[in-house]
């Protein structure tokens, strides 16, 4: 047989050969990327420069209302102080809140995010037990400030007692004021009395000091009774449209907090389906939401 009678065959070969070696778009490469409700938002807390001006922009605002705030001795930033009465000879105070607004947690919920997990007590719990938030932008220097000015610093937090410890801990190994005689740092069912709803330890604060700043990043942190529709809360915030910027100070946070839980009925327990459904549901698209200057 001759070797062109194989000729076609071998061209053939070749073809296929060169075929395989030359590159093409390959359809099963990288996994596909997920999409997570929290992605943007815990970018923005980590790494946008807005993010970091605002929550300076609160604290400076914070610093320069303190010292107009302790000149003036019918000054109270508590609903409950109010309702105390006589108040004017106690010595001063700031509360504030932990998550979020003193510490930032984003690193838990860019875990979150990275393995599309939802929250649980027991990671976050975990998280906090790490020690390893760092101070938001603005909240060392204002604390220390107020720390100075004589003014008691007071942590009114939800996280559980059972990690005080170790929220006392991250605290200090940033030099946030505290001192080691009295416990500044309220924590939730510290008290049998102290719920979720801060109320009952504005209250407590406010028997021995005079609450003259409130910062934080929830609507809980400033008035009691939050967990209700979106439009009832926008009517309280604008019922007291006064305090904000000159009593009460609030710090950005998107990733989470009774905002969200609005979105969804407060229904924690529900799918992850139903709760972006509900969310997607509160969507405006044709300009029939009432807007907050409206209220
Ligand atoms: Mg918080």
């Known amino acids: 047989m001759s070797a062109t009678r194989y000729a076609p065959v071998l061209l053939a070969l070749l073809v296929l050969l060169g075929a395989c070696a030359t590159p093409r778009p390959s359809t099963d490469t990288a996994p596909a990327l997920r999409t997570n409700e929290n992605l943007n938002s815990v970018l923005w807390t980590q790494t946008s420069a807005e993010y970091a001006a605002t929550a300076i922009q609160a604290y400076q605002g914070a610093t320069v209302m303190l010292d107009r705030a302790l000149a003036d001795s019918t000054w109270t930033a508590a609903l409950e102080q109010l309702e105390q009465g006589d108040y004017h000879d106690l010595p001063p105070a700031v509360i504030l809140d932990v998550d979020e607004t003193v510490l930032d947690n984003s690193i838990y919920q860019a875990r ?17 037990r790490e020690e390893k938030a760092t101070p938001v932008p603005g909240a060392l220097a204002f604390t220390q400030y107020a720390d100075e000015r004589g003014v008691a610093v007071f942590y009114v937090t939800n996280r559980r007692h059972e990690v005080e410890p170790a929220t006392r801990n991250n605290l200090t190994a940033y030099d946030f004021p505290l001192p080691a005689d009295e416990d500044r740092i309220l924590t939730r069912a510290e008290q049998p009395d102290w719920t979720g709803d801060k109320g009952t330890r504005r209250t407590a604060v406010a028997g021995t000091h005079r ?17 209700v529709s979106v439009a009832e809360r926008a009517e309280m915030t604008q019922q007291y449209a006064e305090y904000w910027g000159t009593r009460w100070f609030v710090l950005p946070n998107p ?24 969310k997607y549901d509160h969507l405006d698209t044709e300009g029939d939401r009432q807007t907050h200057d409206d209220q």
Not at 211 to 227: A, K, P, T
Not at 257 to 269: N, V
């Open 211 to 227: 609450i003259v700043l409130m910062l934080g990043d929830n609507l809980g942190d400033f008035l009691s009774e939050v967990e």
């Open 255 to 278: 990733q989470y907090g009774s905002w969200d839980g609005a979105l969804i009925d407060y229904e924690y327990g529900v799918s992850r389906t139903e709760k972006l459904q509900r």
């Open 112 to 128: 979150l995010v990275q393995h599309g997990a939802e929250f649980s007590r027991g990671s976050w719990q975990a998280w906090v």
